[in-house]
């Protein structure tokens, strides 16, 4: 008995590994492996989170850098693996589309099958289209390598093993029969993060594809030492063998060797294109945008959208395209402010969320904020493992559309927050503060100097007085410079400007 158990544990493990992954060849070297998905799936959950992403992040509103940054990502992506004599068929005619994302945050990454995001605020951050070319080469190595489809399979294969152990008591309990349990399958992609191979491994991609098309491909390296800087400067710095990923100052040392090799077969690297990179930066918005929203006193203001509400002190604003949330210090409570525009007025966008399943409602009512049309609610739920949650539901109706805040927290501490919860949605109103509503985002100005100093004699001195904070050492790390770093004349520099 004990025999014949075993061996249909084997079966069913077998049946679950073939049905969970997708064997085809490797665009890189050729050789069949396993995935977590095949190619043609892997287009389509990009294309999916494609449309969340933009979404959520919303795209840079400048045609010609964009255009700019997709001539570049197409340029990577003729020399790459993907195009090659030898590719495996299954990689035939894959589109692949390169974004600018609205976003301050220094950032690049990439989606399955073939969906390259870079932010404004990486791009201000680089300094010629070298480097540029290197760090979207990476990501189309990222995609064209399939890491995210390996650790989705990797994933599935532990689960698998644990699946496997646990097989004398409980017959494959999977929720739902969903392999990996929990979200969406672009979500999943998404959270699953690269291994150190991985990233190096895109590197070299990165360095390749660039020395290829005869780019400086070393300037990369540079880069990654301002990576290195800002994370120094924030506190977050990690010694390598706590991180998953090679720190910034290995890559900034192994990226010019590796553009070194690609030399020594045979292919210059000689353009920088310093020019034109800067000259496509001219006056991109830099740091945080206040038109889409800013704090300051104790006040969430928003005067693209008119409106203003407080929050609680000491809580964080975390401001996105998509919604607005407020969190406190242990983060136990949230206040999470949505624009519905699904809901014909406040009472049916409350509604709305009281009427999902698992949602106890225990009081409703019509009231009022600042002479808005307004809906409140509490209502009572609970966590998958059990935690029981209390939700204080705002809808108000404003200038044509609703808005609304879901505050919760455990029920045992909505007592303690509950008038933190009524200050922030009670105080919502029409902002009319004239200086606030003609504030005006920080962009770039950028200039060839006309003579040599320090880089600090050339920061403007008046950043105390721009709409957003930013620090001398913050335009030195953008600049890839030091404070105190001797400036030739003829020098591109990014400064900002109001």
Request: proline share 3%.
């Amino acid at each position: 008995m004990k025999n014949t158990t075993s061996k249909l544990s084997l079966l069913l493990i077998v049946g679950l590994v073939l049905s969970a992954c997708s064997i085809q060849r490797s665009a890189i070297s050729g050789d069949k492996r396993a995935y977590g998905y095949s190619w043609e799936k892997e287009k389509q959950i990009g294309q999916e989170a494609d449309q969340q992403i933009q979404q959520q992040y919303g795209l840079y509103d400048d045609d010609e850098l964009k255009a700019y940054v997709d001539e570049i990502g197409q340029e990577m992506l003729a020399v790459s693996h993907i195009n090659r004599e030898d590719t495996p068929s299954v990689y035939a005619d894959t589109d692949f589309y390169f974004r600018v994302l609205d976003s301050p945050v220094v950032n690049a990454f990439a989606l399955p099958g073939g969906y390259i995001y870079v932010t404004r605020g990486l791009l201000s951050h680089l300094d010629n289209e070298a480097q540029l070319a290197v760090v979207l080469g990476h990501e189309i190595g990222h995609v064209i390598a399939r890491h995210a489809s390996q650790r989705a399979f990797e994933q599935q294969m532990g689960q698998l093993a644990l699946i496997g152990g646990a097989i004398g008591g409980e017959l494959l309990g999977l929720p739902g029969g969903d392999i990996l349990g929990i979200g969406s399958q672009a979500a999943q992609l998404l959270f699953l993060s690269y291994s150190r191979d991985d990233e190096r491994e895109s590197d070299q991609l990165g360095v390749e594809y660039a020395s290829m098309q005869h780019y400086m491909a070393a300037e990369g390296a540079q880069f990654f030492v301002s990576l290195n800087r800002m994370s120094e400067q924030s506190g977050q710095s990690l010694p390598n063998w706590q991180s998953t990923h090679p720190d910034p100052a290995e890559r900034a040392s192994s990226i010019p060797e590796l553009a070194e090799e690609w030399k020594a077969k045979g292919y210059e690297q000689t353009i920088e294109n310093t020019d034109d990179y800067m000259g496509k930066l001219d006056n991109m918005i830099y740091g945080d945008n206040p038109r889409e929203g800013f704090t300051r006193n104790g006040f969430f203001y928003h005067p693209d959208l008119e409106f203003q509400f407080p929050y609680p002190d000491g809580w964080q604003v975390i401001n996105q395209r998509s919604l607005v949330a407020v969190v406190n210090t242990d983060q136990d409570a949230v206040s999470i402010m949505t624009l519905d525009g699904e809901s014909a007025n406040a009472e049916a966008s409350v509604n709305e969320f009281l009427n999902q399943d698992g949602i106890n409602t225990e009081g409703k009512s019509r009231t009022e904020s600042n002479g808005l049309t307004a809906y409140r609610a509490e209502a009572t739920g609970q966590t998958e493992d059990g935690t029981q949650l209390k939700f204080y539901v705002y809808a108000i109706e404003y200038d044509g559309s609703i808005y609304r805040f879901l505050n919760y927290t455990t029920a045992d501490k909505y007592s303690t927050y509950a008038s933190s919860f009524d200050e922030t949605t009670g105080g919502f109103k029409e902002l009319n503060d004239q200086d606030i509503l003609n504030i005006q985002p920080v962009r770039l100005q950028v200039v060839k100097t006309n003579r040599s100093g320090t880089f600090q004699s050339f920061i403007p001195g008046n950043l105390d007085g721009l709409s957003i904070t930013v620090s001398p050492e913050d335009l030195a790390i953008m600049n890839q410079v030091e404070l105190d770093e001797q400036i030739s004349a003829g020098t591109w520099l990014k400064l900002p400007r109001q």
